[in-house]
């Protein structure tokens, strides 16, 4: 096992035969531990109304220039049976931060009525996943009562000083990791993250990141390259990092997987948008989910997170990765086997 300084060096390292030998030997590892399957969580960004000021995001509060949208209930309700007919079994229900219980209500409301709608036609239903940031120990209760089981939220960056550099006073480093506790003990299968290539963001950031992660005890990863959005302060800072984003991401997808071998961990569309070999290099790496965008192409335009997002359309995620040895499981939840691990419990995914 890599001690902290070898994960230092090789983080900085410039040496491509290197980087190589990494995601060789991860992919080794990877094949017996979890095998060669991919699986789905179909994404839907249903709101990208947001009373945060996170300084990198395109659709941060203060960007007057997107124009707000939330989906109604029966669209997203469209969204999920034809999803379900693709042979999802999964989605991820995203939005910016919900901040009214009016709002906690109306998406318990849709939670259960995708859970209602889904297990009539099979026991299980549909996974849900949710993605909507900072909210209180009773309305993430609601939510798991609900029927969702996993939620994502990134520390972005789990040093305090730079996350303080990518946040508004407001947004406390405190209060995410109490989210993130409350999630563990609601039963959540808990995923968690970082951007790389931040400004000021070096390799023992990232060294720290993987042992905040392990400490953490997370069941889901989502990292991906920090990509400028010109609407956004941050795009404006001179300060540079010394890592680059592309392969320093891949090379954090391949050092979390041997650290942390059944986790699920996800090829985000930040890491497909930055090199066109994005998806193929990340899966290689270690990543085993792929979370092909379902937000209907009218509203796409106005949940740019960051600029030319790319969309990859389900049957070439598909044929790209049989290219290089993995098959895409539809009909199947693919929960994270650690945190059935964590739990003592036998996990479904076989
Ligand atoms: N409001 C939700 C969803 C945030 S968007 C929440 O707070 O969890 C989901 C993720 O997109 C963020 O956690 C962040 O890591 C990523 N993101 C936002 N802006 C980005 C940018 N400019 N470049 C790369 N990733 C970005």
Redesign the pocket.
């Given at each position: 096992m890599k001690d902290r300084g070898n994960i230092i060096d090789l983080l900085n390292s410039k040496d491509s035969d290197e980087l190589k030998a990494l995601i060789d030997d991860t992919e080794s590892i990877r094949r017996q531990k979890i095998g060669s399957k991919i699986y789905l969580r179909g994404l839907i960004e249903f709101s990208n109304y947001?009373d945060r000021d996170c300084l990198?995001?395109?659709v941060r509060n203060s960007n007057s220039r997107v124009v707000r949208y939330k989906m109604d209930q029966n669209e997203i309700i469209a969204i999920i049976k034809s999803a379900y007919q693709q042979g999802y079994r999964s989605v991820c229900l995203?939005?910016?931060?919900l901040d009214s219980t009016a709002q906690i209500n109306w998406l318990t409301d849709i939670v259960k009525s995708i859970k209602d709608i889904s297990s009539g036609t099979d026991k299980q239903g549909i996974g849900i996943t949710l993605?909507?940031?900072e909210l209180n120990y009773r309305q993430y209760l609601k939510l798991w009562e609900a029927g969702a089981h996993r939620y994502?939220?990134?520390i972005?960056s789990s040093d305090r000083d730079l996350f303080n550099k990518l946040h508004p006073p407001a947004q406390r480093y405190e209060k995410r990791i109490e989210c993130l506790e409350a999630l563990k003990d609601i039963g959540f299968q808990v995923g968690t993250?970082v951007?790389i290539g931040l400004p000021g963001q070096n390799a023992e950031h990232l060294t720290r990141d993987l042992e905040f992660f392990q400490a953490l005890d997370v069941d889901m990863l989502g990292m991906?390259?920090?990509?400028?959005?010109s609407d956004?302060p941050l795009s404006r800072t001179k300060v540079r990092s010394i890592l680059d984003p592309y392969t320093t991401t891949l090379k954090m997808i391949a050092l979390a997987r041997s650290l942390m071998p059944e986790i699920n961990m996800v090829a985000s569309t930040?890491l497909q948008t930055i090199d066109p070999q994005g998806l193929k290099m990340g899966i290689k790496a270690g990543a085993n989910i792929v979370m092909p965008v379902l937000t209907p192409p009218r509203y796409r335009d106005q949940y740019l997170?960051?600029k030319e997002k790319k969309h990859t359309a389900l049957q070439t995620i598909e044929s790209e990765l049989e290219e290089i040895g993995y098959q895409v499981k539809h009909d199947q939840w693919g929960d994270s086997a650690h945190y059935f691990r964590r739990l003592g419990r036998d996990c479904p995914n076989g």
């Open positions: 947001c990198y995001c395109g995203q939005s910016g931060e993605c909507v940031g994502l939220l990134r972005e993250g951007m991906g390259p920090y990509i400028p959005h956004a930040a997170l960051y």
